[in-house]
C-alpha cells in the first residue's frame, strides 16, 4: 500500500514547515491528487490517521481534491481530458498523448495554529 509511504513524506513536509513556520498542530490539510497518480482516497485517509498519530498532524482533517488529468494532443494541437494514462485523444484518437497535468500530488494548503 503506497499510500502509507506517501503519508509518510506529506507528515514529514508539515513537520519541516511547522519547524521554519513555528507552528505547533495541524487542524486540517489539504491535498490535491491527480487522477493519474493511483491514489486511493480512502486508503489515503486511513493511512494518514496511522501515520499521523503522535505528530502535530495527529487528529487534523484531510480533504482531497481529485484533479482531472489533462494531456497534449500534437494532432488536434490542445489540451485534452483524460481519464487513465495510456488514454488516446478523446476526439481525433492520436497517441501516444504528452501528459500534462494529473500524475502528482501535492500539499495544497494547511490550517495550523
Ligand atoms: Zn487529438
Partial sequence: MHEISLCESIIETVCKEATLERFCRVKSI???????????????????NAVAKDTIADGAVLFIDAIPA???????????????????C???????????????????????E
Fill in 30 to 48: 489539504r491535498l490535491e491528487i491527480g487522477r493519474l497518480s493511483c491514489v486511493n482516497p480512502e486508503a489515503m485517509f486511513f493511512a494518514f
Fill in 70 to 88: 489533462k494531456a497534449w494532443c500534437k494532432h488536434c494541437d490542445a489540451d485534452v481530458e483524460i481519464m487513465q494514462r495510456y488514454d488516446a
Fill in 90 to 112: 478523446p476526439h481525433c484518437e492520436y497517441y501516444p498523448l504528452e501528459i500534462k497535468q494529473g500524475d502528482a500530488m501535492r500539499i495544497k494548503d494547511m490550517e495550523v
